[in-house]
């Protein structure tokens, strides 16, 4: 009933720059919190960036001062402006949102496929 579309990953060189973007639709009536998770191999997933419907933002102290998060509510739609990558950026680059859902006016979480990232040295 509702689905997270991701786009954008790639292959970048170190210090170059990428924008994801996540759309979610369906049956939505609404959306909290939206954000970006990561896994690299071997290791846990782990939180990169969140952002509410009001515009608060949380960031992964290693992205600080280097990812932007920012979201347009009307299109329901979430983007990571990643800039100054690193290696250690490299990773699958998820989507994840809580939404309430039209039928009926609960909140379920929701995850995207996953983007890779990489970024090359």
């Known amino acids: 009933q509702v689905q997270l579309v991701e786009s954008g990953g790639g292959l970048v060189q170190a210090g170059g720059s990428l924008r994801l973007s996540c759309a979610a639709s369906?049956?939505?009536?609404?959306?909290?919190?939206m954000g970006w998770y990561r896994q690299a191999p071997g290791k846990q997933r782990e939180l990169v960036a969140r952002i509410t419907s009001g515009g608060t933002t949380t960031y992964a102290d290693s992205v600080k001062g280097r990812f932007t998060i920012s979201r347009d509510n009307a299109e329901n739609t979430v983007y990571l402006q990643m800039n100054s990558l690193k290696p250690e950026d490299t990773a699958v680059y998820y989507c994840h949102a809580f939404i309430v859902i039209i039928t009926t006016r609960r909140e379920y979480s929701y995850w995207g496929q996953g983007t890779q990232v990489t970024v090359s040295s």
């Open positions: 369906g049956n939505i009536f609404s959306i909290n919190f």
